[in-house]
């Protein structure tokens, strides 16, 4: 399935909607997708030959900086729509479909964000501005 207008949707609870996370956010040249191949007991033997034990079940990873200079409501409302969608708040689990440029088409499964660290560019009186901020959604595995 060919690119259909957005990178990464987050879905919700079943039943619930799903939001696209806005590309004006994006910064493009920080933007890193992979279906993340895994092996188990793989290894080289004497004569130095890889003998690979890939498994099917990949581990999908998306992750991109926000643009420089977001605001903090505009960070408040990004933040508010994907933790509305976490189906585990403990673990800050979420679906997600997500386009995959290495097979050329989207893929769904589960993922896990990471801590979002956010550096202040700057206060004034009435917000604040952020320096770029790094999401990832990181997959717990699926097979693809």
């Known amino acids: 399935m060919a690119y259909q207008g957005f990178l990464l949707k987050i879905n919700g609870l079943p039943g619930g909607t799903q939001w696209e996370f806005p590309l004006e956010y994006i910064a493009w040249e920080s933007y890193k997708c992979t279906v993340g191949s895994q092996d188990v007991d793989s290894y080289r033997d004497a004569n130095g030959i890889l003998h690979r034990n890939a498994l099917k079940t990949r581990v999908p990873k998306i992750e991109f900086q926000l643009r420089e200079n977001v605001k903090s409501g505009e960070f408040d409302a990004i933040m508010s729509e994907l933790k509305s969608r976490y189906t585990n708040t403990i673990e800050k689990k979420v679906s997600v479909t997500a386009y995959m440029q290495e097979t050329s088409e989207y893929i ?37």
């Open 108 to 144: 769904n499964f589960d993922s896990y964000v990471p801590d979002i660290e956010v550096t202040i560019k700057k206060a004034t009186s009435k917000e604040l501005i952020y320096k770029s901020i790094r999401f990832a959604f990181i997959g717990y595995g699926t097979e693809c």
